[in-house]
């Protein structure tokens, strides 16, 4: 199991102050260990025919994600630019106790708190 890095999965919060405007913000509710993978001609065509593009394919290592039910989204910390990414869907490997996400380019830049992972 090679690694290449470490990222943080996150949701989107509302950080201000009851009764003040609202700040959106990418929370970590966890972090794991990833490796790229390319993107396939199946899983490309299929986001094309839906709308949607793949900027990146990722595979996180003993990762329980919370919720999948919520829009999810990734931060790479340890990448200058292109950063943060929307989780597009989430693919669980089981023989390798292992998550594939598919990410798309966020078209908005939110600010992220470290602090709370």
């Known amino acids: 199991m090679d690694k290449e890095g470490l990222l943080y999965i996150c949701e989107i919060q509302n950080v201000s102050a009851p009764g003040h405007m609202p700040t959106q913000q990418l929370v970590p509710v966890c972090e794991a260990y990833y490796k790229k993978r390319t993107v396939g001609y199946n899983r490309l065509y299929a986001a094309l025919g839906a709308n949607q593009s793949i900027s990146m394919l ?60």
Do not use: G, H, M, W
């Open 58 to 117: 990722v595979r996180c290592f003993n990762t329980q994600v919370p919720d999948y039910s919520q829009e999810l989204y990734v931060f790479f910390p340890n990448e200058s630019t292109d950063n943060k990414f929307r989780v597009s869907n989430i693919q669980e490997i089981v023989e390798e106790d292992a998550l594939d996400l598919t990410l798309s380019r966020l078209e908005e830049n939110y600010d992220i708190s470290i602090e709370s992972a």
